[in-house]
Each structure stands twice: as structure tokens, then as C-alpha cells.
């Protein structure tokens, strides 16, 4: 086989075996595509050996790749040659010893409280008429209210809003399935949205015409609201509110969602839950944030920690 039907196979037994998300599996492409370039020369995937893919790491990261995203790269190339050894395409494994360049401990930035209540009151203003605006309110106020990935936020079946108020089904990665309790604001901004929703798929079928599935519909391909959209609606969003948007972002609000239940009490293994992390271990950055505030705080506001003044 040519190295684009490895990919091929490969990819299409992650969405069949691991439930792999759409993105990942495009993630996936991307990174083996770009080692099946490298590779051209020596053989492909079928003829590489470890010093030809220790080779491409050092390219990557002579090109000013950062750690991150060659660790990600050799991750796709570990589970290509895993996979390629059990499907007996190779009888070795030469990605098996490869050494990553590990990922740094940065801490993940977040939002103050009260920026993000100046964030919910903006998307209340947001929009070219009064159904775009509580389109825009229930967005925000359901992201902040369960930090969703933004990928599932934007593509949340209708149904998934139906029946009890309290709670919010997601649809996470790998196509694990999550409950969520919503605020009242969210419970109240999903209902005037909800009422705008069933108005227009009644307008929809005395047209004629089939009512969208999602709760955030859109005339495009994929029927709902894209990421790019929402991206772009939430920098509107922040720079309305007189927050730089360059400091906004869909997943800094899942990250202020996280951050702000820890502050006020809650547990890792909640958090873990509500975030849908397969591995208590990525909760755990949180646990940083909160520390690195603290720090902080100590530093600004207590008396022995300012430098003493200076005798003349």
C-alpha cells in the first residue's frame, strides 16, 4: 500500500474503533501527511526506520515547530505504527523507542468573573435583531454555564435541550455522552431561545421545508453554527464588552468555567466530570491556575511581601 491509503485505513479504523471526533481525524491527516512528505525519499511509512523519523522530529523542530506540536506529530506516528504492526503491515514498530519532546506546563489563561459577566451582558446587545441577540445570549450563557468544548457546543442537537431544564446531554469526544446541570440564566436564555426555534420550524413546515436538527441552526453544509463563526462572534463579543479580544476565546471560557468552580469549592473529580476529561491528570492544570492566582494575590496585597523602603 502507498502511504495515502495507510492513512486512509488508519484513520477510518479511528472513527470506527476509538470514536474519534471529525477534528481529530482531520488533525490525524494533517500530521501524517506531512511525515508522508518527509519520508517520500526513503521509502515511505512502509520503509521508514527510527533514524528516518528522528530525522523528521529534528526537521520539525529546525522549522521552529514548538514542543507542543511536535509532540502531537510523534503521537500520530506512535499510533500509526502501532497500528500498522497489529494489521501485520510491518513486522517492527520503528516509531516504538522515539522519544518526545513533552509538552510544556503553561498554564492555561482565564477570565476574571466579572469579565465574564461584562462578556454574557455584551452577547445580550449582540446581533441584527432580536432573535440574533438571544441566539447570542444562549450561546454564552450555555458555554460558560458547562464549559463545552466549542465543537460541541455549536453542533448540539436540538433534542439535547428538550425535556428537563436542569440538565444539558453533550456528546463529547469519542462520542461519550455527559450531563451537565445548567445555571438559571442558561435554563432562562435556552428557553427564549428554544421559542424562537419552534416559531421558525413552524414557519418552516407550512413551507414545506424540513426543520433544522440543532439547536444553533445555520444555512451551511454542516447545518448548525461553525467554530469559525462562533470564533468570530466572540471577539465582536469582547471587544463590545471592552475586553481585548485577543484575550477571548471559546475554550478561555472553558477554562474560566473550570477555574471559578475550583475557586469556589468544587472538587477535581466534579470538574473532571463536567469538562468530560477522560484523565483526572488534564483536570489537574487547574489545581496550577488556582495556586499561580494565589501566589499572586499574596504578592500584590500582603504587607511583608512588598519590598521594604529604602533608608535614606
Not at 450531563?179 to 407550512?206: K, N, T
Amino acid at each position: 500500500m502507498d502511504d495515502r491509503r495507510w492513512i486512509a485505513t488508519f484513520i477510518e479504523a479511528q472513527a470506527a474503533e476509538q470514536g474519534a471526533a471529525t477534528n481529530t481525524q482531520a488533525a490525524y491527516a494533517r500530521d501524517l501527511r506531512d511525515v508522508s512528505r518527509h519520508l517520500s525519499g526513503s521509502g515511505g511509512f512502509a520503509g521508514a526506520t527510527q533514524e528516518t523519523l528522528e530525522a523528521y522530529l529534528i526537521a520539525c523542530e529546525a522549522q521552529g515547530l514548538a514542543p507542543a506540536t511536535r509532540a502531537r506529530r510523534l503521537s500520530a506516528i506512535k499510533q500509526l505504527y502501532r497500528f500498522a504492526f497489529e494489521e501485520g503491515w510491518r513486522t517492527d514498530n520503528p516509531a516504538q523507542r522515539i522519544a518526545g519532546p513533552g509538552r510544556s506546563q503553561r498554564l492555561p489563561g482565564t477570565l476574571s468573573t466579572t469579565e465574564v459577566e461584562r462578556l454574557l451582558h455584551a452577547a445580550r446587545d449582540h446581533g441584527r435583531g432580536a432573535a440574533e441577540r438571544r441566539r447570542n445570549t444562549c450561546l454564552m450563557e450555555l458555554l460558560y454555564a458547562t464549559g463545552m468544548r466549542v465543537s460541541e457546543l455549536v453542533s448540539l442537537p436540538l433534542e439535547a435541550a428538550r425535556g428537563d431544564p436542569r440538565l444539558l446531554l453533550i456528546r463529547g469526544k469519542g462520542g461519550k455522552e455527559r450531563m451537565v446541570p445548567l445555571s438559571p440564566p442558561a435554563r432562562e436564555s435556552l428557553r427564549a431561545w428554544l421559542s424562537d426555534l419552534d416559531a421558525q420550524a413552524a414557519q418552516d413546515r407550512a413551507a414545506g421545508r424540513p426543520a433544522s436538527r440543532f439547536l444553533f441552526p445555520s444555512r451551511g453544509r454542516s447545518g448548525h453554527l461553525t467554530r469559525v463563526r462562533f470564533y468570530t462572534l466572540i471577539k465582536e463579543m469582547a471587544q463590545r464588552a471592552g475586553i481585548a479580544p485577543a484575550r477571548v476565546t471559546p475554550h478561555r471560557l472553558r477554562h474560566a468555567f473550570a477555574t471559578h468552580l475550583l475557586e469556589n469549592g468544587a472538587d477535581l473529580r466534579t470538574i473532571q466530570t463536567l469538562l468530560g476529561h477522560a484523565d483526572i491528570a488534564t483536570t489537574e492544570i487547574y489545581t496550577h491556575v488556582l495556586e499561580e492566582r494565589l501566589r499572586q494575590l499574596v504578592e500584590d496585597n500582603h504587607p511583608l511581601a512588598k519590598d521594604p523602603p529604602r533608608r535614606s
